[in-house]
């Protein structure tokens, strides 16, 4: 009894070692891994691409190239969960302290309520930040993304300035070598469609009698952009919008609808089988366009556009809105992970070259002043014309409201402006009223 007793202490004592030394261990490991961090040893951070096989693709060749030179970093390449969204997982990660050191896809209004928490770092106040945007020849794209606080927090990488597509070969047939500018003559355009083909419309988009937020950027923001020569809709705190330009946006869907030009119903690509003569397109569209529609020929079946302007404003000065997205650091990231993060992306994006092929592997216009200049995109552009004008116009692209309340906001640009204009249940001058007293309520 006595020698299984002793055993048996014996044992438990062993297993107290055991557990104390691995404990032991384990600590001292994590406070060597710590030191040689610290020491720019080994710095390992983790970064979240896109939900898109194609960009996760470019970012890990772009941190296997980089970790050749770079001996001292350890980069995992993982894509963002997406369930319910892509917001949503990064704010999950954030609250259970799971967040990567770096993630792209994050747009300005979202990366605002990022700010607004403290979830992620100013950019501009690491080392290199204006070398950076000298470099990669943005000064003028990154200017509008700036935050009210005059901080950068997004460093955008692609930016698709929004165009409107026109049926050039059913213009043709109307009379028109090139697509209405100004308002007015959009409406003759379109009733010549009429009288020719009844059964034809100029638009085709069932969102405009919906609220869904995200689609106003690719109707309201569009011409609303235009229509004020980019002035902001909301900063910090207060709504800035350009009232008589927002009124005159408004009329223009008020008279577009009026005359019948809208088809609100949902359709299966109206503007490919020629239901509709105008679209809002991206340049996401063009390789569904080969794949599906090869008809589709640039400057033969059609032809792209900024958004048209009120009567009396300069065509030439027109504005529109800029689908973009960017990198952002994280808060909860150590100094050295940040900093690693950082040089990471300053050696991506010092280099042409690495735009280049992130243009082609994706088909999203690198953020950049000089994209449609510098030669390094030159024979690229020309073998794929149809997105030299979004190359062209990025410097004329607004980005989405910077205000973490942008969700609501834009539904309420929809439920009290838009959406009732087009259904023809408020004027224009009331609606616009009605919206700004709601914007103005969520600001407060």
């Not at 261990?25 to 406070?31: I, L, T």
């Not at 999950?92 to 770096?102: L, M, R, T």
């Not at 923001?221 to 705190?237: D, E, V």
């Not at 449609?372 to 020309?382: C, G, I, K, P």
Request: charged residues 25%; glycine residues 4%; aromatic residues 12%.
């Amino acid at each position: 009894m006595k020698k299984k007793g002793f055993a048996k202490l014996i044992a438990l004592l062993l297993a107290a070692v055991l557990i104390v030394t691995g404990c032991q261990g384990q600590n001292g490991n994590q406070e060597k891994n710590a030191k040689d961090d610290e020491a720019g040893k080994v710095v390992q951070f983790e970064f979240w691409a896109a939900p898109n096989p194609t960009q996760q693709a470019f970012w890990k060749k772009m941190a296997e190239a980089y970790m050749k030179e770079n001996k001292n970093v350890k980069i995992k390449v993982t894509p963002m969960p997406e369930s319910p969204t892509s917001e949503a997982g990064i704010q999950s990660a954030i609250a259970s302290g799971k967040a990567p050191a770096v993630s792209e896809n994050i747009s300005r209004g979202f990366a605002a309520q990022l700010a607004a928490s403290r979830a992620i770092v100013p950019l501009d106040e690491f080392e290199g930040f204006d070398e950076l945007i000298d470099k990669r020849q943005m000064k003028e794209t990154i200017s509008s993304w700036k935050f009210a606080d005059n901080h950068q927090y997004v460093l955008p990488i692609y930016s698709n300035a929004m165009l409107f597509g026109w049926r050039i070969d059913i213009l043709k047939e109307l009379g028109y070598d090139a697509p209405p500018k100004t308002y007015s003559e959009v409406i003759e355009v379109g009733k010549k469609l009429k009288e020719k083909y009844p059964d034809k419309f100029l638009w085709a988009r069932a969102d405009l009698v919906k609220p869904t937020w995200w689609a106003r950027w690719f109707d309201f923001f569009m011409l609303y952009n235009a229509a004020s020569n980019g002035n902001n809709f909301i900063k910090g705190n207060k709504f800035i919008a350009d009232d008589e330009a927002g009124v005159k946006t408004l009329q223009f869907f008020n008279d577009l609808s009026k005359n019948k030009l809208l088809l609100t119903r949902e359709a299966t690509d109206p503007f490919e089988t020629g239901t509709s003569i105008m679209v809002d397109l991206g340049p996401w569209t063009f390789p569904y366009w080969a794949e599906k529609f090869p008809e589709m020929k640039f400057n033969e079946t059609y032809v792209l556009s900024l958004p048209p302007v009120p009567d009396g404003v300069d065509p030439a000065n027109s504005k529109t809105f800029a689908d973009t997205k960017g990198l952002v650091i994280y808060a909860s990231a150590s100094k050295e992970q940040q900093q690693a993060a950082f040089d990471f992306i300053k050696w991506v994006f010092s280099d042409a070259k690495n735009d280049l092929a992130w243009f082609k592997q994706t088909n999203l216009p690198p953020a950049r002043d000089d994209l449609s200049t510098n030669e390094a995109f030159a024979s690229y552009l020309e073998e794929n014309p149809q997105l030299k004008q979004y190359a062209e116009n990025i410097p004329n692209a607004i980005p989405p409201v910077d205000n973490e309340k942008t969700v609501e906001i834009q539904e309420l640009i929809g439920k009290e402006a838009l959406n009732p204009v087009v259904k023809g249940q408020k004027d224009p001058e009331t609606a616009w009223k009605d919206m700004k007293k709601a914007v103005n309520g969520v600001l407060k």
